[in-house]
C-alpha cells in the first residue's frame, strides 16, 4: 500500500536562496531542504509540506512574518496562477543576481572546473514585453478560482484562451493581459476571443478530442512585423473564414495570417501543412543588416534584442581575425553562423533538422553571404572524421545545444579535433558543466559571462570560452 503524504508544517523558516526551476529554498529543523514555490529569499516564513522526498520536502508559504527587502510587487494580475513568470514577486537586480549564482555553482559543483573571474551577467534593458513569439491555447472548460468554485453563483462563461496551469495538461487559465509580448498580441488574443464567442466558434476540449478552436501563436518581430497561426481542429470552412477574414481587416498591420487543421491527439506544428490565407508565410528579423526569414516552424531566440547581445559575446569570445575555419554545431537556422562569417574565412552549420538547413542556406544566400556551408543530420552521427575531412579542420568551434546538452559521442569528436578556442554557448549550465568537465584536461577556461534572456523567470543563457592547453 503506498505511503500516505503526511503534511507537514514548520513555523518562521528564514528562506535562504533561490533554487532550480524558479523555486526558494529553506532548510527544515530535520536538515532536509524545502524547496518552496510562493517565497523570496529573505522571507520568514511558515511553511507547508506538500511532497516528501528521502532528501527533502516540497511546500509553499502560508503565513510570512517578515517579508523580503528583494521583494517587489508583481507587475500581473495572473502571477501566482499562471507559471510564466514565477519570479516577477523578486526585483530584478535580485534576479540577476540568483541567475548569476546559480551558473557559478553549477560549474564549480557539477563540474568542478577551475575559473577565472566571471564576469557580470548581461541583464535585459527591457523586463517585461520582450518576447517575439507566445502560444496560447483555447478551451471549453477554464481553469476556475477556488472564490469562483466555492461560490454560489452559475458560471456560464468557461472559455479560455490563455495558458496551461502548470502540471495540467487539461486545464487552461483565461488571459486577461500578459506582460511578455509586446503589442498588438494581447489586442490579437482578446479580439480572437471575443470574436469567437460572439460568433458560436468551439473552444477545444481535449479529453473529449471536439471544439473547433486548438491554439493561437504570435510572432512578433524587431522588424515590426507581425504573425498569427491559429490552429482548427474541426474542419469548418464558413466559420474558419469568418473569423481570419475578421483578423486580417481589424488588424491590417499583421503580415502574415496562417492556419492548420491539426486533428491530431498533440498540438505540435512540425508535422503539420501551414496553410497560408493572407499576406505572406513568413515574416522577416533583423541584426547588424542580416535579414532572418522566419516560418511558422522557424526557431528564433524568443528575446531578439538580448539574442543581438549574445551573439555578440558570442562573436567576441571567438575572437575571430578573419583567416579561421570555424564549426557551428547545433547551428538551427544559421543566426551564429551568418553572424559571425563576415569575421571568419568559412562557417560550417549543422543541424539535426532539415528544414531548419534548408532555411539557413535560403538566409545565407538572401544576406549575400557566400562564404558558409550548412549540413542536416544527427550530431553524434555526421559530425565524423569523415566529414572533418571532407570539411576541413576547425580553428574555432562554436556549439549552441539544446538543453540536454551535448552528447558523449560528440564530446569525445570535439576532443579528437582539438580546435584552438571553444565557445560553449548554454541555455542550461548544469548540463554545460557536465560537458565542460569532459573537456577540462585539455582545455583551460578563459572567460565565462552569463545573459539573461529570460526576466522574470528562472532561466537563463551562459557563454564560455575554453583555449587549447599549450604542451
Same mark, same amino acid.
Given at each position: 500500500?503506498?505511503?500516505?503524504?503526511?503534511?507537514?508544517?514548520?513555523?518562521?523558516?528564514?528562506?535562504?536562496?533561490?533554487?532550480?526551476?524558479?523555486?526558494?529554498?529553506?532548510?527544515?529543523?530535520?536538515?532536509?531542504?524545502?524547496?518552496?514555490?510562493?517565497?523570496?529569499?529573505?522571507?520568514?516564513?511558515?511553511?507547508?509540506?506538500?511532497?516528501?522526498?528521502?532528501?527533502?520536502?516540497?511546500?509553499?508559504?502560508?503565513?510570512?512574518?517578515?517579508?523580503?527587502?528583494?521583494?517587489?510587487?508583481?507587475?500581473?494580475?495572473?502571477?501566482?496562477?499562471?507559471?510564466?513568470?514565477?519570479?516577477?514577486?523578486?526585483?530584478?537586480?535580485?534576479?540577476?543576481?540568483?541567475?548569476?549564482?546559480?551558473?557559478?555553482?553549477?560549474?564549480?559543483?557539477?563540474?568542478?572546473?577551475?575559473?577565472?573571474?566571471?564576469?557580470?551577467?548581461?541583464?535585459?534593458?527591457?523586463?517585461?514585453?520582450?518576447?517575439?513569439?507566445?502560444?496560447?491555447?483555447?478551451?471549453?472548460?477554464?481553469?476556475?478560482?477556488?472564490?469562483?468554485?466555492?461560490?454560489?453563483?452559475?458560471?456560464?462563461?468557461?472559455?479560455?484562451?490563455?495558458?496551461?496551469?502548470?502540471?495540467?495538461?487539461?486545464?487552461?487559465?483565461?488571459?486577461?493581459?500578459?506582460?511578455?509580448?509586446?503589442?498588438?498580441?494581447?489586442?490579437?488574443?482578446?479580439?480572437?476571443?471575443?470574436?469567437?464567442?460572439?460568433?458560436?466558434?468551439?473552444?477545444?476540449?481535449?479529453?473529449?478530442?471536439?471544439?473547433?478552436?486548438?491554439?493561437?501563436?504570435?510572432?512578433?518581430?524587431?522588424?515590426?512585423?507581425?504573425?498569427?497561426?491559429?490552429?482548427?481542429?474541426?474542419?469548418?470552412?464558413?466559420?474558419?473564414?469568418?473569423?481570419?477574414?475578421?483578423?486580417?481587416?481589424?488588424?491590417?498591420?499583421?503580415?502574415?495570417?496562417?492556419?492548420?487543421?491539426?486533428?491530431?491527439?498533440?498540438?505540435?506544428?512540425?508535422?503539420?501543412?501551414?496553410?497560408?490565407?493572407?499576406?505572406?508565410?513568413?515574416?522577416?528579423?533583423?541584426?547588424?543588416?542580416?535579414?532572418?526569414?522566419?516560418?511558422?516552424?522557424?526557431?528564433?531566440?524568443?528575446?531578439?534584442?538580448?539574442?543581438?547581445?549574445?551573439?555578440?559575446?558570442?562573436?567576441?569570445?571567438?575572437?575571430?581575425?578573419?583567416?579561421? =575555419?570555424?564549426?557551428?554545431? $547545433? &547551428?538551427?537556422?544559421?543566426?551564429? @553562423?551568418?553572424?559571425?562569417?563576415?569575421?571568419?574565412? /568559412? *562557417?560550417?552549420?549543422?543541424?539535426?533538422?532539415?528544414?531548419?538547413?534548408?532555411?539557413?542556406?535560403?538566409?545565407?544566400?538572401?544576406?549575400?553571404?557566400?562564404?558558409?556551408?550548412?549540413?542536416?543530420?544527427?550530431?553524434?552521427?555526421?559530425?565524423?572524421?569523415?566529414?572533418?575531412?571532407?570539411?576541413?579542420?576547425?580553428?574555432?568551434?562554436?556549439?549552441?545545444?539544446?538543453?540536454?546538452?551535448?552528447?558523449?559521442?560528440?564530446?569525445?569528436?570535439?576532443?579528437?579535433?582539438?580546435?584552438?578556442?571553444?565557445?560553449?554557448?548554454?541555455?542550461?549550465?548544469?548540463?554545460?558543466?557536465?560537458?565542460?568537465? =569532459?573537456?577540462?584536461?585539455? $582545455? &583551460?577556461?578563459?572567460?565565462?559571462? @552569463?545573459?539573461?534572456?529570460?526576466?522574470?523567470?528562472? /532561466? *537563463?543563457?551562459?557563454?564560455?570560452?575554453?583555449?587549447?592547453?599549450?604542451?
Amino acid at each position: 500500500m503506498r505511503k500516505k503524504n503526511v503534511r507537514k508544517t514548520f513555523e518562521k523558516l528564514h528562506v535562504d536562496r533561490a533554487g532550480s526551476k524558479g523555486k526558494a529554498i529553506a532548510k527544515a529543523p530535520d536538515g532536509k531542504v524545502i524547496f518552496i514555490s510562493n517565497a523570496v529569499p529573505g522571507d520568514v516564513a511558515d511553511i507547508q509540506t506538500t511532497k516528501k522526498r528521502k532528501s527533502y520536502y516540497e511546500g509553499v508559504a502560508t503565513n510570512f512574518h517578515t517579508l523580503s527587502e528583494r521583494r517587489t510587487t508583481p507587475e500581473c494580475k495572473h502571477f501566482g496562477v499562471c507559471g510564466g513568470c514565477k519570479w516577477q514577486h523578486m526585483g530584478y537586480e535580485h534576479q540577476l543576481e540568483f541567475k548569476q549564482n546559480e551558473v557559478t555553482e553549477n560549474l564549480l559543483r557539477i563540474g568542478h572546473l577551475e575559473l577565472p573571474e566571471v564576469e557580470p551577467i548581461l541583464g535585459s534593458e527591457k523586463q517585461y514585453f520582450y518576447r517575439n513569439k507566445m502560444e496560447f491555447s483555447f478551451s471549453d472548460s477554464r481553469w476556475l478560482t477556488p472564490t469562483e468554485i466555492s461560490g454560489d453563483e452559475e458560471i456560464t462563461d468557461k472559455n479560455a484562451l490563455g495558458f496551461h496551469i502548470p502540471g495540467m495538461w487539461d486545464k487552461i487559465l483565461d488571459i486577461e493581459k500578459c506582460h511578455l509580448q509586446p503589442d498588438p498580441s494581447n489586442a490579437i488574443r482578446l479580439e480572437v476571443k471575443h470574436f469567437s464567442e460572439t460568433n458560436g466558434l468551439s473552444f477545444f476540449n481535449p479529453r473529449r478530442q471536439e471544439g473547433m478552436l486548438r491554439t493561437l501563436m504570435i510572432r512578433t518581430s524587431s522588424t515590426g512585423e507581425v504573425m498569427v497561426l491559429i490552429q482548427f481542429y474541426e474542419d469548418d470552412k464558413e466559420k474558419r473564414e469568418l473569423l481570419l477574414n475578421h483578423i486580417a481587416i481589424t488588424f491590417p498591420e499583421i503580415t502574415s495570417l496562417l492556419y492548420v487543421i491539426n486533428q491530431k491527439a498533440n498540438d505540435t506544428l512540425y508535422d503539420q501543412e501551414i496553410l497560408c490565407f493572407a499576406g505572406r508565410d513568413h515574416i522577416f528579423e533583423e541584426m547588424e543588416g542580416l535579414r532572418f526569414k522566419i516560418n511558422a516552424k522557424s526557431f528564433y531566440q524568443t528575446n531578439s534584442e538580448q539574442a543581438y547581445e549574445l551573439y555578440k559575446i558570442a562573436r567576441e569570445f571567438a575572437g575571430l581575425k578573419g583567416d579561421e =575555419l570555424v564549426y557551428d554545431l $547545433y &547551428t538551427g537556422t544559421g543566426t551564429i @553562423a551568418q553572424f559571425i562569417a563576415k569575421k571568419a574565412k /568559412h *562557417v560550417v552549420g549543422i543541424e539535426a533538422v532539415p528544414d531548419a538547413i534548408e532555411a539557413a542556406k535560403a538566409n545565407a544566400k538572401d544576406n549575400g553571404i557566400g562564404n558558409t556551408s550548412f549540413f542536416a543530420g544527427d550530431m553524434r552521427k555526421i559530425f565524423n572524421k569523415e566529414f572533418i575531412e571532407l570539411n576541413g579542420q576547425p580553428d574555432v568551434i562554436i556549439t549552441d545545444p539544446p538543453r540536454e546538452g551535448m552528447h558523449p559521442a560528440v564530446v569525445e569528436q570535439i576532443l579528437k579535433i582539438h580546435p584552438d578556442r571553444i565557445v560553449y554557448v548554454s541555455c542550461n549550465s548544469a548540463t554545460q558543466a557536465r560537458d565542460l568537465a =569532459l573537456l577540462k584536461e585539455d $582545455y &583551460t577556461i578563459s572567460r565565462v559571462r @552569463a545573459v539573461d534572456m529570460f526576466p522574470q523567470t528562472h /532561466h *537563463v543563457e551562459n557563454v564560455v570560452l575554453l583555449e587549447k592547453k599549450q604542451p
